[in-house]
């Protein structure tokens, strides 16, 4: 075999270290390798370049998989973290509902009895109880709740919500007369009233109890229900 020209074997070199090359090529590169060191040294950097630009290629498949799961991952992220803004939201939107119904609208508490001014208690013939109510600390009640305990104390309380609201003008729920139809609210109660409050058993001002002599109702009480 005639020798080959370097130049020639350089211009092969690229395909024979790709392994691209036909044999008859191959054949021929390793032939003259075997004997030209200046060639064999260019065929071993060659190989050296290859196996980096192998390892970048390699390196950068695992950088896409690395940036494509950090991506997923992120997404996911942002997917859970809208979730957990929507739960909050709602949990916020609940609570702050919780507080506005609890502060400004459950009838939860109760108008201190020395707010409260009791005159002109009287009983009708039919044993109703008749009492003005007076309440002017200013502040609006919302409504007016009877209860009868074991004891048998009835109670007339005044609730109001934990936010009072200003009393403007006041209505007959603060300013007027009103009544206890005893035989009534003991049939209603199955149970017999031995007294009757304004307030709650911890803080109570006395209207009537049994055995308590009552003038009779005031004509303006009588004709404010009629009776
Ligand atoms: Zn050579």
Redesign the pocket.
């Known amino acids: 075999m005639r020798e080959v020209p370097?130049e020639i074997?350089e211009d092969i070199l690229p395909l024979y270290v790709d392994d691209v090359c036909s044999e008859e090529s191959k054949n021929i590169v390793e032939e003259?390798l075997s004997h030209?060191e200046?060639?064999q040294m260019k065929w071993k950097r060659m190989k050296a370049d290859l196996l980096i630009t192998e390892k970048k290629k390699v390196d950068s498949t695992t950088d896409d998989r690395l940036i494509k799961r950090m991506a997923a991952t992120w997404k996911q992220g942002r997917k859970k973290s809208f979730m957990k803004g929507v739960f909050i939201s709602a949990l916020t939107i609940a609570v702050l509902l919780l507080v506005y119904v609890g502060l400004f609208q459950w009838q939860i508490s109760s108008v201190p009895a020395d707010k409260a001014e009791i005159s002109d208690v009287g009983e009708t013939g039919d044993g109703k109880i008749m009492y003005h109510l007076n309440i002017d600390d200013g502040y609006s009640v919302n409504t007016l709740k009877y209860s009868l305990d074991d004891n048998g104390d009835f109670y007339i309380t005044a609730k109001r919500p934990v936010v009072k609201e200003k009393a403007q003008p006041l209505s007959t729920l603060e300013k007027g007369y009103d009544f206890i139809d005893i035989p009534e609210q003991e049939n209603i109660r199955s149970q017999k009233i031995k007294a009757i409050y304004f307030g709650t058993s911890d803080d109570r001002t006395l209207i009537w109890k049994k055995g308590m002599q009552l003038p009779d109702a005031s004509e303006e009480a009588k004709e404010r229900f009629g009776f």
Do not use: A, M, P
Request: charged share 0%.
């Open positions: 370097c074997i003259h030209c200046q060639c």
